[in-house]
């Protein structure tokens, strides 16, 4: 990606970005709030920069999420089979909010609830395995694995079938451009994968979320009355996207989380003398560095006017909640972590009709396992100097690729 000035002098770099993503927003937001760009894809689009601006574009709905309403010669995106793209992620209202509505009748708040104890448990036997070691990768071993374990409990998943999801994420979440073939090999995978496993779901049904999406398909496509449906392409792409979406940004989280925590003493030592903090503080880790710098992709279906700039229907917009949750206006001294901070209000986990389902799962879980590893281990230190960390070379992903610590 790259910005320029009226001079054509790039502003922001790609690789800024993805090495200082923060001082690279914060130039960005200063020049102005609305940007027109380049992307990785080398296709324009248009970057928001400011807090007010962000948050009225990710509840407007005259800018859609549906890959349709991009301009001939636009957006392509990753190429998706129609049984794992029919998934929240490309969809308006009316069609958004029926199936929302009929994901709630699965995914209950009492769902959710019951996975805090085994959630914990998995936590604890991560860090039983490493205890002994002294030093850890801790994305490899506990970061990674743990959202693993609670999404394919979540959906019902055999332990033996989990060992590739990973893989899988990672080429579809960052691919590699030297390896063309990985992402295409992955989505055949997935989709394999998720035909096999709610047929036999369908014909063994337990007590998970699959099983349940599945009933509910199922018994509104026997109704009578017109009730509303889910296809057996919405099934699986909604599967597909609870694995995806709830594993890989919890990862992040729990990293980015844990990275800021040890490279604030002061923090972190008002957090391990009052845990009771915790919850309030994943909001503010969350704001300070989560694991989504744009929000996903919209197309305004008419010409829109953002932060005083013309933005043509059709054209790709990017929503830059980096560059919002570190802007002035909006939080006193931004660029702080503030364990204490109000950060109500932050964009991470979305905003609108488009908020974020797994939320509450994703505050849960990250919860839990920094209140894990903080206890088991009160000399937790980066094993490397935090410039050193090697991160994800992806604009829409901020994470970790390793995570090496001592304790």
């Known amino acids: 990606m790259s910005t320029t000035t009226p001079a054509q002098k790039p502003l922001v770099e790609h690789d800024e970005l993805i090495a200082d993503p923060y001082a690279a927003y914060a130039r960005l937001r200063e020049a102005g709030p609305v940007h027109r760009i380049t992307g990785t894809d080398g296709l324009p689009a248009w970057l928001i920069t400011r807090y007010d601006d962000v948050r009225r574009a990710l509840a407007d709905p005259r800018l859609s999420l549906d890959k349709r309403n991009a301009k001939p010669g636009g957006y392509r995106g990753l190429a998706l089979p129609p049984a794992l793209d029919a998934n929240l992620l490309n969809m308006d209202p009316p069609d958004h909010t029926r199936i929302r509505r009929l994901v709630s009748q699965a995914f209950t708040p009492r769902r959710v609830a019951a996975l805090r104890e085994p959630i914990r448990e998995t936590a604890d036997a991560l860090l039983d395995a490493i205890e002994p070691l002294g030093r850890a990768d801790l994305i490899a071993s506990y970061a990674a694995p743990l959202p693993i374990a609670v999404i394919c409990d979540l959906l019902g998943v055999p332990p033996h079938d989990r060992r590739d999801f990973r893989s899988w994420t990672d080429a579809l979440v960052a691919p590699d451009p030297a390896e063309p073939s990985r992402a295409k090999q992955a989505v055949g995978s997935v989709l394999a994968f998720f035909t096999r496993l709610i047929a036999d779901k369908r014909s063994d049904p337990a007590d998970d979320l699959l099983s349940a999406l599945i009933a509910v398909r199922d018994e509104a496509d026997g109704a009578a009355d017109g009730a509303d449906r889910l296809s057996e392409d919405e099934l699986m792409s909604l599967a597909f996207l609870v694995l995806f979406a709830g594993y890989e940004n919890t990862v992040h989280l729990i990293g980015n989380a844990t990275v ?58 990017l929503l830059g909640l980096a560059a919002a949750h570190r802007d002035p206006a909006r939080f006193s001294d931004p660029d702080r972590l503030d364990i204490g901070r109000d950060a109500t209000g932050h964009l991470a986990l979305g905003h609108g009709i488009h908020y974020c389902l797994g939320a509450p799962l994703a505050r849960l879980e990250t919860e839990i396992a920094l209140a894990a590893l903080l206890d088991r281990f009160p000399r937790l230190s980066l ?9 994800r070379p992806a604009m829409r992903a901020r994470g970790l690729l390793e995570l090496p610590v001592t304790y």
Do not use: K, M, W
């Not at 094993?383 to 991160?391: M, S």
């Open 260 to 317: 800021a925590l040890l490279g604030h003493p002061d923090q972190l030592a008002a957090l391990r003398a009052d845990p009771g903090r915790l919850g309030s503080a994943v909001e503010e880790l969350a704001r300070y560095d989560g694991p989504t710098p744009l929000a996903i992709r919209r197309f305004p279906t008419e010409d829109l006017v953002i932060g005083g700039v013309t933005v043509p229907a059709g054209e790709t917009v």
């Open 383 to 391: 094993a490397v100097p935090a410039g050193e960390l090697r991160r």
